[in-house]
Nanobody
């Protein structure tokens, strides 16, 4: 069964860094774009970043540009989200996702992970 498993979340102080990982199991996701979304209670899930199947094209939400970096290891079926200069407003549950670039841009990917909590204290 295909699944995405996130790890690396936790509590960090404002200005700190974290690296999230998303491991894909059950099939090769090498032909899929992959991405990260985040959600806080009471709000809709929002797009954070995506990366093409080859890793050559990356897209970011304006709110995270210059601070978060998405990358992937195709051979290992892992996607990463390097998070620097974190702010309290980055606090959310972060979800890994996989699908076509269009499905990610529409917020309707083929696969979702279970989410990992990131909390940034002020």
């Amino acid at each position: 069964q295909e699944q995405l498993v996130e790890s690396g979340g936790g509590l960090v102080q404002s200005g700190g860094s974290l690296r999230l990982s998303c491991a894909a199991y059950g099939r090769s996701f090498s032909n899929y774009a992959m991405g990260w979304f985040r959600q806080v209670p009471g709000k809709e899930r929002e797009f954070v970043a995506s990366i093409s199947w080859s890793g050559g094209i990356t897209t970011y939400a304006d709110s995270v540009k210059g601070r978060l970096t998405i990358s992937r290891d195709v051979a290992k079926n892992i996607v990463y989200l390097e998070m620097n200069s974190l702010k309290p407003e980055d606090t959310a549950v972060y979800y890994c996702a996989a699908g076509s670039r269009r499905s990610l841009s529409e917020g309707a990917p083929n696969y979702w992970g279970q989410g990992t909590q990131v909390t940034v204290s002020s």
